[in-house]
């Protein structure tokens, strides 16, 4: 089955300052590639998701790429703010898979004043 | 508003005891989904429902159970036969298996 490794599990950086939290999968079929974010004791809620048809999506500070030779894909947040700070997820799915999307472990964004 | 519904927010459980946790959604979605989530350990799959009255088990779905009579409705149980049952349980939907997944709100189970 899917594989999805994150790194890092733990990322601080200054306000204002641009976070990158990246993301391999294992499977070549996966083709569907989203990211959540959760705030405590909150469910997750997509931010931004990508299809394997294009490398790369922006929306307005959030921006997400993918690899497709290299089976990874990257999360993006610029000028980060006090309100980004959360867990952040990535996910891959693909069309035949019945139990869903895989996620990965986390990464917990803080965001220093 | 449409949306996925979990209830209640916090349950306590009894050495024991089952506990059931409700998950419904009108989103008019086919796929639902339990997932257990630990501290630094990701969403772990319990049990999936693609389709009423059908359901499979995913990779830590000893010591639960699940039933899916109506679309809109995927109750978890924690039997006493799961032995850590102190987690956040979070349910989730899809329109289809490469959509994106709706979470509800989350439960968080203690056991006392």
């Known amino acids: 089955g899917e594989n999805v490794e994150q790194h890092p599990s733990t ?34 809620q997509l931010i931004i998701d990508i299809r394997s048809n294009v490398g790369e999506k922006k929306d307005q500070r959030i921006a997400v790429t993918l690899n497709k030779t290299a089976k990874h894909f ?12 959360a867990v952040y997820f990535c996910a891959a799915g693909w069309g035949g898979g019945a139990d869903g999307l895989t996620f990965g472990k986390g990464t917990h964004l803080i965001i220093q004043p | ?42 969403l772990r799959l319990i049990y999936y429902s693609q389709i009423v009255n059908d359901f499979q088990k995913g990779d830590i779905a000893e010591g639960y159970s699940v039933s899916r009579e109506k679309k809109e409705s995927f109750p978890l149980t924690v039997t006493s036969a799961q032995k850590n049952p102190t987690a956040f349980y979070l349910c989730a939907s899809q329109l289809g298996m490469n959509t994106e997944a709706f979470f509800g709100q989350g439960t968080r189970l203690t056991v006392v």
Request: proline share 6%; aromatic share 12%.
């Open chain 1, 11 to 44: 990322l601080s950086v200054q306000e204002g300052d641009s976070a990158v939290i990246k993301c391999t999968y294992s499977d070549s079929a996966s083709n569907y590639f989203p990211w959540y974010k959760q705030e405590l004791g909150k469910g997750p």
């Open chain 1, 74 to 85: 990257s999360l993006h947040i610029t000028e980060t703010q006090p309100e980004d700070s």
């Open chain 2, 1 to 42: 508003d449409g949306g996925i519904t979990q209830s209640p927010k916090y349950l306590f459980r009894k050495e024991g005891q089952n506990v059931t946790l409700s998950c419904e959604q009108n989103l008019n979605h086919d796929a639902m989904y339990w997932y257990r989530q630990d501290p630094g350990q990701g």
